[in-house]
């Protein structure tokens, strides 16, 4: 069940606590209508050999923005999506699971403080990677696990790192998180950026409540 779904959610609860969640969700289908236009980035290409440029998708970008933001050389961090079909989606397109996009997020870095395989390093105890089209209680391809590469090196290193994963015994089952060729990559709506630091309460309940660390617990034996 995705809990970010205001569509699909059901929570036999507080109202005060069901609406904090709702908040959590986004814009939902019947305040749409009066919603202010929200300001968007514009897109971002990713160049061949680009240093200090990486894309990560591991399910909530909230969550993902969170992790990597703890990293040491990180920059900056940007929710946004990438891999689809459609130019320039929309949360509640992507979300449906029909333009093709993944969650992910743009990962800026300081190349004299940290590199791409410090980065890959960082980035697989942070997510479910035994699990096919989910990532804890987001289910859909939209919330698969990726990792998306500009070059053939950060190909061969992205390769690399998730075969030395499987083959240390450290996994109880087959690494199934994708590496995929990097493309364009859309910005998320300004709301989804830094939303753990806009909205820590509803952040922390939701990143509890979805069981992401509870799960990254059972995974690697430890919470991200």
Same mark, same amino acid.
């Given at each position: 069940?995705?809990?970010?779904?205001?569509?699909?959610?059901?929570?036999?609860?507080? !109202?005060?606590?069901?609406?904090?969640?709702?908040?959590?969700?986004?814009?939902?289908?019947? !305040?749409?209508?009066?919603?202010?236009?929200?300001?968007? %980035?514009?897109?971002?290409?990713?160049? %061949?050999?680009?240093?200090?440029?990486?894309?990560?998708?591991?399910?909530?970008?909230?969550?993902?923005?969170?992790?990597?933001?703890?990293?040491?050389?990180?920059?900056?961090?940007?929710?946004?999506?990438?891999?689809?079909?459609?130019?320039? %989606?929309?949360?509640?397109?992507?979300?449906?699971?029909?333009?093709?996009?993944?969650?992910?997020?743009?990962?800026?870095?300081?190349?004299?403080?940290?590199?791409? /395989?410090?980065?890959?390093?960082?980035?697989?105890?942070?997510?479910?990677?035994?699990?096919?089209?989910?990532?804890?209680?987001?289910?859909?391809?939209?919330?698969?696990?990726?990792?998306?590469?500009?070059?053939? /090196?950060?190909?061969?290193?992205?390769?690399?790192?998730?075969?030395?994963?499987?083959?240390?015994?450290?996994?109880?089952?087959?690494?199934?998180?994708?590496?995929?060729?990097?493309?364009?990559?859309? %910005?998320?709506?300004?709301?989804?950026?830094?939303?753990?630091?806009?909205?820590?309460?509803?952040?922390?309940?939701?990143?509890?409540?979805?069981?992401?660390?509870?799960?990254?617990?059972?995974?690697?034996?430890?919470?991200?």
């Amino acid at each position: 069940m995705n809990l970010r779904s205001c569509k699909r959610f059901g929570l036999a609860s507080a !109202t005060l606590l069901f609406g904090l969640l709702l908040s959590a969700c986004g814009p939902t289908s019947s !305040t749409a209508a009066n919603a202010q236009p929200v300001s968007t %980035p514009p897109s971002i290409n990713l160049k %061949p050999g680009e240093q200090g440029v990486a894309v990560f998708a591991g399910g909530c970008f909230w969550c993902t923005e969170s992790d990597f933001d703890k990293v040491p050389g990180v920059l900056s961090t940007t929710s946004g999506y990438i891999g689809g079909t459609v130019k320039n %989606p929309t949360y509640e397109q992507v979300s449906s699971g029909k333009t093709g996009h993944l969650e992910a997020v743009l990962v800026s870095y300081d190349p004299s403080k940290t590199n791409y /395989a410090k980065l890959l390093e960082a980035y697989w105890p942070t997510i479910d990677p035994l699990t096919a089209n989910a990532q804890f209680c987001d289910h859909g391809t939209q919330y698969r696990s990726a990792i998306f590469y500009s070059d053939d /090196a950060e190909k061969a290193a992205a390769e690399a790192s998730k075969a030395a994963l499987q083959n240390s015994g450290r996994l109880k089952g087959k690494i199934v998180t994708e590496i995929l060729a990097g493309s364009t990559f859309y %910005p998320a709506e300004q709301y989804h950026q830094d939303y753990y630091l806009k909205n820590p309460l509803r952040y922390k309940y939701y990143r509890t409540a979805c069981g992401r660390d509870s799960r990254l617990e059972d995974v690697w034996g430890t919470k991200g």
